[in-house]
């Protein structure tokens, strides 16, 4: 019969035809997974473009933070230094002439000098240790009005002539609970800018102030105060406002405050206006 082969055919056509899908199907995959493992790589390579972006940025201001640390250290530390190089040869040459009254005024000098040598030191160290390592924080009760006491004692041989510090306006009740030391660093700092920034025969006042939320502690002054331009970056490593850049100074103590107010889940909020002071408000949990 002439069609006696057209099943078999019609079989081995079938055969064939599930072959060829079986292979497309198989084909498919292949190119499904291709695709997919492209995708991978593609994602992986911008996963790896954003990576390098972002280390190069780091790279970047580390390197910016690095150059401002030179910079500012070399020009801070120069000065003082040529301070007591200077009374230092001053002081011997008046004890060559039995000048000895004269020679109190260039000890205090070489004195106030090292002092804010260490200042500078001591806020340099303090940054490298809260990049490495958090403080531990220590709670305890304690009384505003005896810390501030504290704090006042500290820097008082640092204030200008004539200028004191007012906390009569708070109470002997009020309570705060926080870490002392830290709290303590924190007020020392304030109210050293405070003074820094102020000029001589000033008064520095703090007020305390409870509510539901939050307890605010407030430390002002009539001083040279901020530009309005400058308050935004006032917290930033190393920043200096415009206004002070002549003044001697790191710009790292605003900066340290801010930290250290993190550390007490509170925050650091500043009201100044160019020429008219400065109020920085320190607030803390109520609980």
């Given at each position: 019969m002439?069609?006696?082969?057209?099943?078999?055919?019609?079989?081995?056509s079938?055969?064939?035809l599930?072959?060829?899908?079986?292979?497309l199907?198989?084909?498919n995959?292949?190119l499904?997974?291709?695709v997919?493992?492209?995708?991978?790589?593609?994602?992986?390579?911008k996963?790896s473009?954003?990576?390098?972006?972002q280390s190069?940025?780091?790279?970047?201001?580390?390197?910016e933070?690095?150059?401002?640390?030179?910079?500012?250290?070399?020009?801070?530390?120069r000065?003082?230094?040529?301070?007591i190089?200077?009374?230092?040869e001053?002081?011997h040459?008046l004890?060559e002439?039995?000048?000895?009254?004269k020679?109190?005024?260039?000890?205090?000098?070489?004195?106030?000098?090292?002092?804010n040598?260490?200042?500078?030191?001591?806020?340099?160290?303090?940054?490298?240790h809260?990049?490495?390592?958090k403080?531990?924080?220590?709670?305890?009760i304690?009384s505003?009005?005896?810390?501030?006491?504290e704090a006042i004692i500290?820097?008082?041989p640092n204030?200008?002539n004539?200028?004191s510090?007012d906390?009569?306006?708070?109470?002997?009740?009020?309570?705060?609970?926080?870490?002392n030391?830290i709290?303590?660093?924190?007020l020392?700092?304030?109210?050293?800018?405070s003074?820094?920034?102020?000029?001589e025969n000033?008064?520095?006042?703090?007020?305390?102030?409870?509510?539901?939320?939050?307890?605010?502690?407030s430390?002002s002054?009539?001083?040279?105060g901020?530009?309005?331009?400058?308050?935004?970056?006032i917290?930033?490593?190393?920043?200096?406002?415009?206004?002070?850049?002549?003044?001697?100074g790191?710009?790292?103590?605003?900066n340290?405050v801010?930290?250290?107010?993190?550390?007490?889940?509170?925050t650091?909020?500043?009201?100044s206006q160019?020429?008219?002071?400065?109020?920085?408000?320190?607030?803390f949990?109520?609980n």
């Amino acid at each position: 019969m002439p069609n006696s082969n057209l099943p078999r055919k019609i079989d081995h056509s079938s055969t064939e035809l599930s072959k060829t899908v079986i292979e497309l199907l198989d084909t498919n995959k292949k190119l499904e997974k291709l695709v997919l493992k492209k995708d991978k790589i593609s994602k992986a390579l911008k996963d790896s473009k954003l990576k390098m972006k972002q280390s190069l940025e780091k790279e970047k201001i580390l390197g910016e933070l690095k150059s401002k640390f030179i910079t500012t250290a070399s020009h801070e530390f120069r000065t003082p230094l040529s301070n007591i190089l200077s009374s230092a040869e001053l002081c011997h040459l008046l004890l060559e002439k039995k000048e000895n009254s004269k020679i109190k005024d260039h000890l205090s000098n070489i004195a106030s000098s090292v002092q804010n040598l260490t200042t500078m030191l001591d806020e340099f160290l303090t940054i490298s240790h809260l990049e490495k390592e958090k403080p531990k924080v220590h709670l305890e009760i304690i009384s505003i009005k005896s810390i501030l006491h504290e704090a006042i004692i500290k820097i008082s041989p640092n204030l200008k002539n004539g200028q004191s510090i007012d906390i009569s306006a708070i109470s002997n009740n009020a309570k705060i609970n926080s870490d002392n030391q830290i709290l303590l660093d924190v007020l020392i700092k304030i109210l050293s800018n405070s003074s820094k920034y102020s000029f001589e025969n000033s008064n520095i006042i703090c007020t305390f102030k409870v509510d539901s939320e939050s307890l605010r502690l407030s430390i002002s002054d009539n001083g040279i105060g901020i530009q309005e331009k400058d308050i935004p970056h006032i917290f930033r490593k190393f920043y200096r406002a415009e206004n002070v850049i002549n003044t001697s100074g790191t710009g790292l103590g605003l900066n340290i405050v801010k930290s250290y107010m993190d550390l007490l889940n509170g925050t650091i909020e500043i009201d100044s206006q160019a020429n008219k002071g400065t109020t920085v408000h320190l607030d803390f949990p109520a609980n």
